[in-house]
């Protein structure tokens, strides 16, 4: 009974943590502002024209930042499943080839793998290839090495009984796998797959390097002209921040909605 009030006064302060937190930051930003002169805040203050631009500016790489965020994470998800299935198979062969693209793209750098496919690929296929199919070919295989990590655990961590109860109802591996393993594996990889996608999230900025107009390459370009990167780092920090804390609470929400919150299930016992 404890344990489960503990638990309950712990997701409630949850919110509590993120808002000290922001104010914090927030405090410390204002009083840098007014202890120093070095200081140039009015590049992305609301209440003049210019700053007002300049926020336009910036907030504007936000939708490519969540196109390409959902087009890697749709992508990596779809293909880190299939090649979970070759892990999960008696085969040797099988499982030789799932070990070998899981260790190999998921040890090399993403920012190595955007140049590599942006530089090589046209090369290799003569293919024209653009910077924002580039980036979401580099950052998809790179993000479906660890989905496939992640459903192959998933799966694995069904007890065997799930399995032999399947078996002795008649029911064939397809249909066995598809009404009672994935369901349940997906409930369970469901906060690693959610994590997975923060993670893509932050690493859109990588493919700001090859020219994508994302929230990144956005403030590149601003703190160039306007010689203030402080201040507009600042502020893409804060773009960052908001879209990453809004993704978490998403997900958060959706583990509560399927049960695979473990905190919550236990305060329900």
Request: hydrophobic share 50%; aromatic share 10%.
């Amino acid at each position: 009974m404890n344990n489960t009030i503990n638990i309950q006064t712990n997701n409630q302060s949850m919110p509590k943590f993120y808002i000290i937190g922001l104010v914090v930051i927030a405090s410390l930003l204002l009083s840098g502002c007014a202890s120093s002169q070095d200081w140039g805040w009015y590049v992305v203050d609301p209440t003049l024209k210019r700053g007002r631009i300049n926020i336009t500016f910036l907030l504007s790489g936000i939708p490519w930042t969540i196109l390409l965020t959902i087009c890697c994470v749709v992508i990596s998800v779809v293909v880190g499943f299939f090649i979970s299935l070759l892990g999960l198979s008696d085969r040797k062969l099988l499982v030789a080839i799932y070990r070998t693209y899981v260790e190999v793209f998921r040890s090399i750098p993403p920012l190595v793998s955007i140049f590599w496919v942006y530089y090589g690929m046209p090369i290799l296929v003569d293919i024209d290839l653009q910077p924002f199919p580039a980036g979401m070919i580099a950052l998809s295989v790179y993000g479906s090495a660890f989905m496939a990590e992640i459903f192959r655990g998933g799966v694995q961590s069904i007890a065997k009984g799930q399995f032999e109860a399947a078996y002795s109802l008649g029911l064939p591996y397809f249909n066995t796998m598809r009404l009672i393993v994935f369901p349940q594996a997906l409930r369970r990889a469901l906060p690693a797959i959610g994590n997975q996608l923060v993670i893509t999230l932050k690493m859109t900025s990588l493919v700001s390097v090859i020219g994508v107009s994302e929230v990144l390459r956005h403030g590149n370009e601003l703190a160039v002209t306007e010689y203030r990167p402080l201040e507009i780092y600042s502020f893409v920090a804060v773009e960052y921040l908001v879209l990453v804390l809004i993704v978490s609470a998403g997900v958060r929400k959706l583990e509560r909605k399927l049960g695979s919150d473990e905190r919550n299930n236990r305060s329900g016992e």
